[in-house]
């Protein structure tokens, strides 16, 4: 059974730092591309970044609003995907999931989700 | 980057009705559009890609139809399970976007 567990969301000032982890089960992460998403309390979906599967270099891609900032990268070792997040701003504040991408009809889409884990930046 | 733009952002129907959801893109994006929904507290689950196909496990009342720039989403016959959050999600290009949402409501 395919399962997501994110963890490391807290409470962080302005102008920090947090780690969010992404636990993977039930898969081979490095066969995955994989997605972090992001929703504002009581808000829309924005997705946050990506990072392609071991055949495509875990190249990585990301949301101008976080470029620069947020940093993906994975532990195939140990299954994991990991969301560095520096310098942090209010705007922030979110629940993040990870989200893996089942390649089919010719294109990438979120076919399992995690269960989310919420990050409040404030002072 | 290429808008979403989803209608309406919520309708109330009864248990039974057609319900029709709009996602319309500012720029063409071939058949690269799916469908997510998403129950309170929730994370989002994956109905439909390719702009029309269904994803395994999904009830065949929902479809979806569309290409280019105009895409629907459509419950052929509302169930109490269905009433949720529904989002569109073009995966066409970079940055991925997500339409604004459409909340169905029991009426």
């Known amino acids: 059974e395919v399962q997501l567990v994110e963890s490391g969301g807290g409470l962080v000032q302005p102008g920090g730092s947090l780690r969010l982890s992404c636990a993977a089960s039930?898969?081979?992460?490095?066969?995955?591309?994989m997605d972090w998403v992001r929703q504002t309390p009581g808000k829309g979906l924005e997705w946050v970044g990506r990072?392609?599967?071991?055949?495509?270099?875990?190249?990585?891609e990301y949301a101008a609003s976080v470029k620069g900032r947020f940093t993906i990268s994975r532990d195939d070792s140990k299954n994991s995907l990991s969301l560095q997040m520096n310098s942090l701003k209010t705007e922030d504040t979110a629940v993040y999931y990870c989200?893996?991408?089942?390649?089919?009809?010719?294109?990438?889409?979120?076919?399992?989700w995690g269960q989310g884990t919420l990050v409040t930046v404030s002072s | 980057d290429i808008q979403m733009t989803q209608s309406p952002s919520s309708l109330s129907a009864s248990v039974g009705d057609r319900v029709t959801i709009t996602c319309r893109a500012s720029?063409?994006?071939?058949?690269?559009l799916g469908w997510y929904q998403q129950k309170p507290g929730k994370a989002p689950k994956h109905l439909i890609y390719?702009?029309?196909s269904l994803q395994s496990g999904v009830p065949s009342r929902f479809s979806g139809s569309g290409s280019g720039t105009e895409f629907t989403l459509t419950i052929s016959s509302l169930q109490p399970e269905d009433f949720a959050t529904y989002y569109c999600?073009?995966?066409?290009?970079?940055?991925?976007?997500f339409g604004g949402g459409t909340k169905v409501e029991i009426k």
């Open positions: 989200a893996r991408d089942l390649f089919v009809g010719g294109s990438y889409y979120f076919d399992y």
């Open positions: 039930g898969f081979t992460l490095s066969d995955h591309y």
């Open positions: 990072t392609r599967d071991k055949v495509n270099s875990y190249t990585t």
């Open positions: 720029q063409g994006i071939r058949n690269d």
């Open positions: 390719a702009a029309s």
């Open positions: 999600l073009q995966h066409n290009s970079y940055p991925l976007t």
